[in-house]
T-cell receptor, first 113, second 119 residues
Framework: AQSVTQLGSHVSVSEGALVLLRCNYS??????LFWYVQYPNQGLQLLLK??????LVKGINGFEAEFKKSETSFHLTKPSAHMSDAAEYFC???????????FGKGTRLHILP | GAVVSQHPSWVICKSGTSVKIECRSL??????MFWYRQFPKQSLMLMAT?????????EQGVEKDKFLINHASLTLSTLTVTSAHPEDSSFYIC???????????????FGSGTRLTVV
């Protein structure tokens, strides 16, 4: 069964600094991978997704992620953090297109002024 | 873009009563919807997959008699928490497979969630 592991339940970065949120996946077939953001008491918003096309995926709000098969990773990055980026971020995986997706435990991103 | 409306956004109910949560796809047809449960500061746990016109598929450990799912139309799925107890208090989120162009929000759209508090 597929799964994702997010390293670090909390990550703190200074405003303007690089954001790096780590995600490793496990899948028996080429996966579909997603990053979602959740603000308090709200649903999830899709940041970006990997669907076996380009390995470097650009998303909204300046985020991007790179699929590395050899490392089974899909880390999320943003060159310069903004205060508004403070939220919970979830990495997710699906083994079949349009099938159920499984979420990682999430990483809370804190932005320091 | 694809929108999923979830209602109510929050509800407080007495222990022993039942609560129904609605999940509607507003501008597209959703043959499949998913129901998740999220405990405070934790991840989303998939509860069940709801298919229009057929029985829902529940994940292991989820009580199907406790969490009744009905997907009677292509735009509406409901989750009913029956005989609710305080331990059922949680944040429930639905999602739907959404149409669209690859590279956009194609794939899944999430509702805004329902905060259930059982007292």
């Amino acid at each position: 069964a597929q799964s994702v592991t997010q390293l670090g339940s909390h990550v703190s970065v200074s405003e303007g600094a690089l954001v790096l949120l780590r995600c490793n996946y496990s899948s028996s077939v080429p996966p579909y991978l997603f990053w979602y953001v959740q603000y308090p008491n709200q649903g999830l918003q899709l940041l970006l997704k990997y669907t076996s096309a380009a390995t470097l995926v650009k998303g909204i709000n300046g985020f991007e992620a790179e699929f590395k098969k050899s490392e089974t990773s899909f880390h999320l990055t943003k060159p310069s953090a903004h205060m508004s980026d403070a939220a919970e971020y979830f990495c997710a995986v699906s083994e079949v297109r349009d099938d159920k997706i499984i979420f990682g435990k999430g990483t809370r991103l804190h932005i320091l002024p | 873009g694809a929108v999923v409306s979830q209602h109510p956004s929050w509800v407080i109910c007495k222990s022993g009563t039942s609560v129904k949560i609605e999940c509607r796809s507003l501008d597209f047809q959703a043959t499949t919807m998913f129901w998740y449960r999220q405990f405070p500061k934790q991840s989303l746990m998939l509860m069940a997959t709801s298919n229009e016109g057929s029985k829902a598929t529940y994940e292991q450990g989820v009580e199907k008699d406790k969490f009744l799912i009905n997907h009677a139309s292509l735009t509406l799925s409901t989750l009913t928490v029956t005989s609710a107890h305080p331990e059922d208090s949680s944040f429930y989120i639905c999602s739907a497979r959404s149409p669209g162009t690859p590279g956009s929000n194609y794939g899944y759209t999430f509702g805004s969630g329902t905060r259930l508090t059982v007292v």
